[in-house]
């Protein structure tokens, strides 16, 4: 498909016409300057100059040249989805008007995007156009990591930035390393003149440097990053004004404020090649922030696979990646200072390997591509719509907390030769609850007469609810039935006897049972996640990050937990509908067609 992109900022615009397939540019529009008397723009090789043009002029100037080509659908960038905003939005006038409302989050940016939105809109109404959100991949952060510790009455929270950077250059390392992302840990370090980091857990963001707004984190080429915020209460009482504070922090600080020479690292690094102190504490300052976040992050994840360096500086600084890598054989990470020295991403070869051949963890430098990042979730949106075509409503399990076990965890617990006895079969073909009961033992309490599930499985596996976890004082993650690695062990008490495990305590993920068929009627495949509406006791909600199950033996119906059951005041019967599709998503908040009754 061909996606024009556009990316409006304050005082410029960047637009691409891209394959959002191979990625292959046609067009590009650089402006700069606009609104003001030096406003100019270069296209097709051109430089053109527009005194006091906006992002609407510009468009319109430039149009004939980027519509010479056929064109699809339009992507727009946008800084911030807010609360609401987890997935390419078909936009329209409502939801142009809800990106509007968020202009107190992103001052600067919001109202740029939205001159860019409403200019395209109007210069070509007859295309779909589509808005992609900077933090909608972040939407899968985990409570624990998006909140901070202030009253949560004030409704701060984090939500993350540079979304399409992290989560293409996460899907170009693992394409690259020819595995699923769905199977690897990633920490993508995304550092140009923002700069951001992301622990990506088997494909979904559950960390991120950036914050409520992009200012926290790393140190970036006029950002601050993370500073005490006692600080700034300090700057404010010792008679600061508000705007004096914002522009110390924004505007004269990161590498520019400690460097004093600019924000250009490129300067940077050959100052302090000269012996500049101050710009020698610039490169120091980063680097060390940077090594610490991934340390981090590594910890967050229970270990890492895969490092990632992109945009200008994690593309081009073999100085910077050095300063961060060097020292991480603990972490399984093996840094070659050769590559690194020879490392040269390009459009043709977008990933390079640093790490030597016996690191486990592999370290690269991915080219990042922030339109065709957009472009891929555009023409995802565009062609998913005709996916949910059909949409029969989907019936709600509610999954009570129960144990699959081993045959030789059954002697262990039940004594030599036991076999497990059927009390009554479950929704899912060949699946049954037992008569047999298990102590979950905790930290802090136990629970009694926990099911135990058949048949007997390969591993063992506790599935229990947050409000159990608080119960037992353990901490379980969120994670696909089957899937127990590095996840906290968990002692079982049973008539015969004790059995401690390892690993095998998981907060399920909730999901959706189906069959090849059913994920073919509604255009997903096995490991996607959507977004599911339900209408429970007239009440709309919709559970979002809803995985897809998919295996010939399923019968189709959603799995939740009960405290998820409770919240929503769900109860058997109850039925939901799938509003998008396909990992990254679906735009089509399609008001659905399932009858609650
Ligand atoms: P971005 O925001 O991704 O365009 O990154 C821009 C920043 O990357 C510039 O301000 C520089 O600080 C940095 N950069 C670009 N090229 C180099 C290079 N060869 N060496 C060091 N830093 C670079």
Redesign the pocket.
């Known amino acids: 498909m061909q996606i024009l992109v556009l990316n409006a900022g304050s005082s410029s615009l960047k637009v691409d016409l891209l394959d959002s397939h191979s990625g292959e540019r046609t067009a590009a529009l650089r402006a700069e300057r606009l609104c003001t008397p030096q406003a100019s723009y270069r296209v097709d090789g051109l430089s053109i100059d527009l005194a006091g043009a906006d992002h609407a002029a510009v468009l319109q100037a430039a149009l004939p040249a980027l519509t010479a080509h056929p064109i699809q659908a339009v992507g727009h960038r946008v800084v911030h989805g807010g609360p609401d905003f987890s997935r390419p939005t078909l936009l329209d006038t409502v939801v142009v008007s809800s990106i509007a409302a968020l202009e107190s989050l992103a001052p600067l940016h919001i109202p740029a995007n939205l001159a860019g939105i409403r200019a395209a809109m109007e210069l070509l109404p007859e295309l779909p156009h589509i808005a992609v959100f900077d933090t909608a991949f972040h939407s899968t952060l985990p409570r624990r990591a998006r909140s901070y510790a202030i009253p949560q009455a004030l409704g701060y929270r984090r939500f993350g930035f540079h979304g399409p950077s992290h989560q293409y250059v996460s899907q170009l390392a693992a394409k690259h390393l020819d595995e699923d992302p769905r199977d690897l840990r990633i920490i993508t370090c995304h550092?140009?003149?923002?700069a951001s980091i992301t622990a990506v857990e088997y494909g979904r963001s559950v960390e991120t440097s950036m914050g409520h707004t992009p200012l926290e984190g790393l140190v970036m080429?006029s950002r601050s990053g993370d500073v005490d915020p006692g600080i700034l209460m300090d700057m404010l009482r010792s008679g600061k004004s508000i705007d004096e504070v914002d522009t110390i922090l924004n505007r004269g600080s990161g590498?520019a404020g400690l460097s004093g020479v600019g924000?250009?690292?490129?300067d940077i690094?050959d100052r302090a090649a000269d012996g500049d102190e101050a710009c020698r504490l610039a490169i120091q300052v980063l680097t060390h922030r940077l090594r610490k976040y991934i340390g981090a992050y590594a910890a967050v994840m229970g270990g890492v696979d895969a490092i990632v360096f992109t945009?200008?500086?994690g593309e081009?600084?073999a100085l910077?990646r050095h300063r961060v890598c060097q020292r991480l054989d603990f972490l399984g990470a093996r840094f070659d200072e050769d590559k690194n020295r020879d490392a040269q991403v390009s459009r043709t070869t977008p990933v390079v390997e640093l790490h030597r051949s016996n690191s486990r963890v592999r370290i690269l430098v991915a080219k990042t591509d922030e339109a065709r990042a957009i472009a891929g979730a555009v023409a995802k949106v565009a062609s998913g719509g005709e996916t949910l075509a059909e949409n029969p409503p989907i019936p709600i399990g509610i999954s009570a907390r129960h144990i699959h076990l081993t045959q030789q965890a059954v002697e262990t617990l039940f004594g030599p030769g036991y076999t497990l006895t059927e009390r009554a079969p479950l929704s899912q073909p060949g699946q049954f609850a037992c008569n047999e009961t298990l102590t979950v033992v905790g930290l802090k309490r136990n629970i009694e007469k926990v099911r135990v599930l058949g048949p007997i499985r390969p591993k063992c596996q506790v599935e229990v609810s947050r409000t159990d976890e608080f119960f037992l004082g353990i901490d379980a993650p969120v994670r696909a039935s089957g899937d127990v690695t590095n996840t906290p062990g968990i002692t079982l008490k049973g008539p015969a006897g004790k059995l401690t495990l390892k690993e095998g305590l998981i907060c399920a993920w909730r999901h959706i049972h189906m069959t090849p068929a059913d994920a073919e009627r509604y255009g997903v495949k096995h490991g996607d996640t959507v977004d599911v509406a339900i209408n429970s006791k007239g009440r709309d909600l919709t559970f979002g990050d809803v995985m897809i199950r998919v295996k010939d033996s399923y019968a189709l119906e959603m799995h939740i937990d009960t405290d998820e059951a409770n919240a929503a005041q769900i109860s058997r019967g109850d039925v939901g509908a799938l509003v998008s599709s396909g990992q990254g998503g679906t735009l089509l908040r399609r008001r659905t067609n399932f009858d609650p009754a």
């Not at 550092?191 to 923002?194: I, S, Y």
């Not at 924000?263 to 490129?266: F, Y």
């Open positions: 550092l140009g003149n923002g080429g590498l924000k250009d690292l490129r690094e945009a200008g500086i081009n600084s910077v």
